[in-house]
């Protein structure tokens, strides 16, 4: 009997199904890259950054699929640590790519809280930094609360974030451009277009945390793969037509220079109105940025302890809750240290390159678990297979190659610095570990 209560004590509650996994995802991806980083993409796309939205999308797609395969084999917290662990019989590899998930998701948290305290000053005289403190506790108090309560929130935020968006689209369709617009134009060419296309990656990152629920989900095998694949469509979609709807409304060297360009767009079209509501629904982007990547943090945390590669106090579930609120705890602390972090443009470029290698593993091992695992059962396949071989992963790793290989190297070295501290914590947490045993 004691065993079955500790068991479940050690268990997260399945409160998820297809719709809100799906909206989960969209949450996750429809955050505040959109609002921020569509000035840069003009900037260097021009016109034609709606290449650059369809490009990112497709590279997403391909990391999607793999995710999809790996997450309805693995279905369990810390994705990204257990795909590749399985994939290649090793701990620290496994490790690693765990610890680049986690602390890129502290990174992205703090950074957007952030954000948020930047809108916000448009109505709250508060410093920019107390109010993204504030907005992490409060939101890091709705994770530790429950999953389910975490959904609900996500949901309302997402739909008002996507509400945001589809404003833009209908009132970029609904008017005539003042003058004729060339789609292709790009003042630098494909070298702009493959730049901005870096860049905007930021806005679709989000998906692969839903697999960091894994234990959260009804019918895991089969909620997780549909929902991954929905959620980057719909964003994709979404993307797609609010960049052309953008410069429909306004031209992409002003777009290029503002500091908030929905809000801008919003306000050419509209007037005042238009930039404070669209400040107002940047407000509730950011904010479900952060409870998402606060909620998947945590998880992520949770699921690499309970595998034994962080303390184990980390996988402790509460009683009541049923949330892991150490690991909800230990990344509200993280994440509030970051949060003396600047610029979401640098970040985001810090933050793209360590995902991208994230990716490149994730596709990566689609394609060795293939050869090293055939009898498993699969209940989502990538499409396009060559007997065995998927096509689709290769494409993902050799185009998420080919983009950490086009950042600046300031931020290539901070992201193997990231990956140095990592290596760092392994060999201590395993010579702690070793020592216990030999005790």
């Not at 016109?47 to 990112?56: D, E």
């Not at 680049?100 to 703090?110: D, H, K, R, Y």
């Not at 767009?265 to 509730?284: D, E, K, M, P, Y």
């Amino acid at each position: 009997m004691n065993l079955v209560r500790k068991q479940q004590m050690s268990e997260l509650d399945r409160h998820m199904g297809l719709f809100h996994l799906t909206m989960y995802g969209v949450g996750l991806i429809l955050g505040a890259g959109i609002y921020v980083l569509i000035g840069e993409a003009a900037e260097f796309a021009g016109n034609s950054m709606w290449i650059s939205f369809l490009m990112a999308a497709i590279v997403a797609m391909f990391a999607g699929l793999s995710y999809a395969e790996l997450s309805a084999l693995y279905p369990k917290a810390a994705a990204e640590y257990t795909f590749v662990k399985n994939a290649f019989k090793n701990n620290f590899f496994g490790f690693i790519i765990g610890w680049l998930t986690a602390i890129t998701g502290v990174i992205v948290a703090a950074t957007v809280s952030l954000g948020f305290g930047g809108y916000l000053t448009q109505f709250i005289d508060l410093p920019i930094t107390i109010s993204a403190v504030f907005l992490i506790i409060i939101l890091s108090i709705v994770n530790f609360i429950g999953i389910r309560e975490s959904a609900w929130a996500n949901t309302i935020f997402a739909l008002i974030t996507a509400a945001g968006l589809v404003l833009i689209i209908f009132l970029g369709f609904s008017m005539e451009p003042i003058e004729p617009i060339d789609y292709f134009e790009a003042p630098t060419g494909m070298t702009g277009i493959i730049l901005a296309f870096v860049l905007i990656f930021f806005a679709f990152i989000g998906f692969e945390d839903m697999a960091n629920v894994a234990e959260e989900v009804r019918k895991p095998k089969k909620t997780i793969p549909r929902a991954i694949i929905l959620s980057i469509v719909i964003t994709g979609i979404i993307y797609i037509l609010v960049s052309l709807a953008s410069i429909r409304i306004l031209n992409w060297e002003n777009l290029a220079l503002s500091s908030a360009p929905l809000a801008d767009v919003a306000h050419s079209a509209i007037g005042v109105n238009g930039s404070i509501t669209l400040s107002l629904i940047a407000l509730f982007a950011t904010a479900s940025t952060v409870l998402i990547t606060l909620v998947a943090n945590a998880r992520i945390l949770y699921g690499m302890a309970k595998s034994n590669s962080l303390p184990k106090f980390l996988c402790k579930v509460h009683p009541k809750t049923k949330t892991p609120w150490l690991a909800v705890i230990g990344t509200l602390v993280a994440s509030v240290g970051f949060a003396f972090v600047g610029d979401i443009v640098v970040i985001a470029n810090i933050v793209v390159f360590a995902v991208v290698i994230t990716f490149a593993a994730i596709n990566l091992a689609v394609i060795v678990l293939r050869y090293t695992e055939p009898v498993l059962e699969r209940p989502f396949r990538v499409p396009v297979n060559v007997g065995k071989f998927p096509v689709l992963p290769l494409f993902g790793f050799g185009t998420t190659i080919y983009m950490a290989l086009q950042f600046e190297v300031e931020v290539i070295l901070v992201g193997l610095v990231i990956i140095a501290i990592g290596s760092v914590l392994y060999v201590i947490l395993k010579r702690r570990k070793d020592f216990m045993n030999s005790d």
